[in-house]
């Protein structure tokens, strides 16, 4: 059985325990599930990939032209997650390449990243919510063994997280991202403990020029700790 299917069950299982009502409030369950490809050590980014475009496991794929599993290197100094994909992107099947990814792209070329050599894209949901609206927590779920076995083989040595959505669901908070941004915590999967920093999303910084400052104060010191990383 593939990770992704285990996590299906599960998320089955969840939904059916809430439809029968067990009488009380349960604790939200949190899950990492190993499939046989990733315990035999055979998974990989191709496989993940091919997984997430035929993943059926939530309503998004109903509306979906093309997932968007992720892209860039192989074995990159940072892995950038964003939200999910937007009409763009989902027309392309490709992350961030609409007007918030051209800024994405021009921000990390501030820093000396980029897609192409040292950067994997991906985002936190793989198929576009309608309208864009926010992920729904299922679709969160249902979601999340892709992002995590994308973690496990990148196995970046930082991770860029932009946005609100993205940054909460990661962190598993509803602290607003203004008080998320501007710091390092560790992030801990699956045995890795990566160094996080989130900042805004591009799409507000677009709307909202006032946050470029407090961004470009994030992104100089994503490139002070690759430099102290490097030396
Ligand atoms: N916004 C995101 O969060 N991700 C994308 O891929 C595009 C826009």
């Known amino acids: 059985m593939t990770a992704a299917e285990k996590a299906t069950l599960a998320l089955f299982v969840d939904l059916a325990s809430a439809q029968l009502g067990s009488g009380y409030a349960e604790a939200k369950r949190e899950y990492h599930f190993t499939g046989d490809a990733e315990a035999a050590g055979t998974e990989s980014l191709e496989q993940v990939a091919a ?6 496991h939530c309503r998004l794929c109903k509306a979906r032209k093309n997932a968007v599993p992720g892209e860039g290197a192989s074995s ?21 390449v609409g007007r918030a990814g ?10 000396g990243l980029s897609r192409t050599s040292n950067c994997f894209i991906a985002n ?15 679709e969160t779920a249902a979601c999340a063994s892709f992002l995590s076995r994308q973690i496990q083989l990148l196995s970046p040595r ?39 920093i989130a900042t805004y999303h591009p799409s507000a910084l ?26």
């Open 158 to 196: 930082f991770i860029l997280c932009a946005g609100r959505v993205a940054a909460q669901t990661l962190l598993q908070t509803t602290e607003p991202i203004g008080r998320l941004r501007g710091k390092f915590t560790d992030y801990q999967a699956g045995g890795l403990s990566i160094p996080f």
């Open 206 to 231: 677009l709307r909202d020029e006032k946050l470029k400052r407090p961004a470009w104060e994030d992104l100089k010191l994503l490139r002070s700790a690759l430099d102290e990383t490097m030396q």
């Open 124 to 138: 936190v949901i793989k198929c576009r919510p309608p309208g864009n609206r926010d992920p729904q927590p299922d």
């Open 76 to 96: 990159p100094l940072v892995m950038v997650i964003g939200e999910g994909p937007g009409a763009d992107e989902d027309e392309t099947g490709r992350p961030f």
């Open 51 to 56: 997984d997430v475009r035929s993943c059926e």
């Open 102 to 111: 051209q800024l994405l792209d021009k921000m990390l070329a501030a820093i």
